[in-house]
């Protein structure tokens, strides 16, 4: 039975790549030097490297790695020890062009890059079994390492023969019969209908486009292919330790795999977070990557660890900007505050060739410490050291948003409205954001059956388009019982295999939120349309239902604009012992932080701190500690209750607290 990930410190490090430097001995002997200057007392090993673990084909070469881990454990430095499947050797490519990905054109790729190979192929799956039961056999009981890095950043998909005879396996589990598949794909459109099993391809835009159901099947058997492969790397490794963790590092807003079906195989999340600090919002963005941090924190509720970030830029951003003083230490703390027991990054050296040459690294081409991106990561270092007693802990939510892959992926393929920006991740973080800078602690779920929702007081549910797991019944189930259910537009309209209900929607929820659709405009840019409360007026849109409210009060109406003025627009159902609010249009930002500050207030949510804070400033509470994060870019004066003391900087602080540009405190009572 393996085990989460238990230290006592937070991890600090990164991607080390020796096997880029194995001419360079000197360089490697001052790597050790400079990550004990900086605080470093983690790195990830070998994420690429099978190259040079396994030159030729069952020849492994182990003595490199043995003296780098050696090197570093005699430091006190521990290893992240990674499997090198994201990237197979050219020998391989060579002799097996079978493990080669075949594209949605149905061509095979050659050999390049990375995450190119295909993962239905007995051949690729025999190879990566050997060599990481080699690696695990060898350091499987090694001191200096802490986990397994499975890979890295899972990604895309293959349309070769073996996975499309894979396709159809899964299918034929799921459906039982091509009946019930054809009746379930609506095959009869276009004539479309199935007669023989072989006769179904992997979705493409070469071949078999235009049905959403199959897309969706396509993306859940991704997801089974990927799963599945991490299943066979996590079982070749732990046969030598089980208690040897696992982790495998997922990715920022990424769509091609639902993370709650991944998250089941692996024993730690961990994820990359790389913010575009500077690029013209600083609170916007570190809205969407705390929105991602709570996310991978509820995927398995429990603290997770941020694998990569960068310390001071990257090179793949349209403009690649390095990050300002004091933003490094800012932006490593937001995560520690919503559930991280590391900031680790990409990279430790910057690599002299390649694509990631010009990546930001603690280390740069000067090969010194003596820069100020080496003195902001051992500032890091040196806070996480202060910050050990929140090691491990949870944070604890009263409120969770709905947010569902594969929810995502049948608004993704849906042909209707604005068609293929149906802005799903756009609209979660809208509603997330107007929680998260009231300091609101917010848990996230999906539509799964063993979903449960009896803890919470609120829950948000933006655009809940497909219903699956009985999360209609579980929906009802909650407000009944006394919660506060939030939903929106574009609720309750196809079922789990993408057919749409019949009969009033949103389908089986009419009575709790005391609302039922009658139609959908979908506006242009140049249309206004409009939203009319006790507070004023804003625009809404480009979604707007037309809903008839018989049993809900209406709290909101449409403004002159369209065609359907003066109709409900925001309403308020009693139902049972809750309620249930519904947004029939999309709202702006400034609208929905009115509609849960007030909602925040009437239900006595907790929050990290009481009032508000300057605009920009953000408190997040962990384990009784408040994060005071400053992402305003400017100096900022906050009000305070009581005596404090920051844990970063030992001063204590009462009444008013002043942050400057990209500050933070670290506040104990």
Sequence with gaps: ????????????????????????????????????????????????????????????????????????????????????????????????????????????????????????????????????????????HHPAVLLWHISNEFGGDCRCELC???FREFLREKYGSLAELNRSWWTAFWSMRYTDWEQIEPPSTRGQSASPAMWVDWRRFS????????????????????????????MHRFGDYDYFSLAEEID???????????????????????????????????????????????????????????????????????GSDSVMYFQWRKGRGGAEMFHGAVVGHDGTGETRTFREVTQVGEALEKLTQLLHSERRAEVCVLYDWQNRWALDYAQMGRRGDQKYLETVNAHYRALWTQGIAVDFCDMREVTDLSSYRLVVAPMLFMLRGGIEEKLRAFAEGGGCLVATY???????????????????????????????????????????????????????EVIDAPDADVIGTYGPEQFYAGTPCLTRHAFGHGKAFYMAARMGQEGLDRFYRKLAEELRLKKALPGRLPEGVV???????????????????????????????????SAEALLPVNGVMVLRK
Excluded at 49 to 58: I, Q, R, T, Y
Excluded at 231 to 250: G, I
Excluded at 628 to 633: C, Q
């Design 164 to 166: 499309a005879k894979r």
């Design 619 to 653: 408190a997040q509470e962990r384990a009784g500690w408040v994060f005071l994060m400053n992402f305003s870019g400017a100096e900022q004066r906050c009000r305070l209750d009581g005596r404090w003391t920051d844990a970063l900087s030992g001063e204590t602080v």
């Design 268 to 338: 730690v999340v961990s994820w990359d977070s790389y913010p575009a600090w500077g690029s013209g919002d600083d609170l916007q963005v570190a809205c969407d990557h705390a929105m991602e941090h709570d996310l991978m924190r509820s995927l398995k509720r429990q603290p997770f660890l941020l694998m990569e970030s960068t310390p001071s830029m990257v090179n793949w951003h349209t403009v690649n900007k390095p990050k300002r003083p004091g933003m490094h230490l800012l932006s490593s703390m937001l995560p520690v505050a919503l």
């Design 490 to 544: 574009l609720t309750g309209v196809i079922g789990e295999n993408g057919l749409a209900w019949l009969g009033e929607t949103p389908h089986a929820l009419t009575d709790v939120l005391g609302v039922r659709v009658l139609e959908m405009d979908t506006l242009y840019d140049q249309d206004a349309c409009s939203l009319v409360t006790r507070d004023g007026e804003e625009r809404v849109g480009p979604v707007c």
């Design 223 to 250: 997801t089974k292919q990927c799963r599945d492969f991490i299943r066979m790397e996590k079982e070749a490794v732990q046969k030598w330790n089980p208690e040897l963790p696992v982790t495998t590092n997922l």
């Design 1 to 140: 039975m393996s085990q989460a990930l238990k230290t006592s410190f937070f991890l600090h490090g990164g991607d080390y790549n020796p096997d880029q430097w194995l001419e360079y001995p000197e360089i490697l002997e001052k790597d050790v030097e400079l990550m004990r200057r900086a605080h470093v007392n983690c790195v990830s090993v070998g994420i690429f490297a099978w190259a040079a673990l396994e030159p030729e084909e069952g020849k492994y070469d182990f003595a490199w790695l043995d003296r780098v881990i050696d090197r570093l454990w005699k430091a006190g430095i521990h290893v992240d020890l990674a499997t090198p499947s994201g990237a197979r050797p050219a020998w391989m490519a060579q002799k097996y062009p079978e493990v080669l990905r075949v594209r949605e054109d149905f061509t095979r790729n050659h050999f390049g890059t990375r995450h190119n190979h295909c993962p239905s192929s007995p051949v690729y799956r025999e190879k990566v079994r050997a060599i990481d039961s080699a690696l695990a056999e060898r350091y499987g």
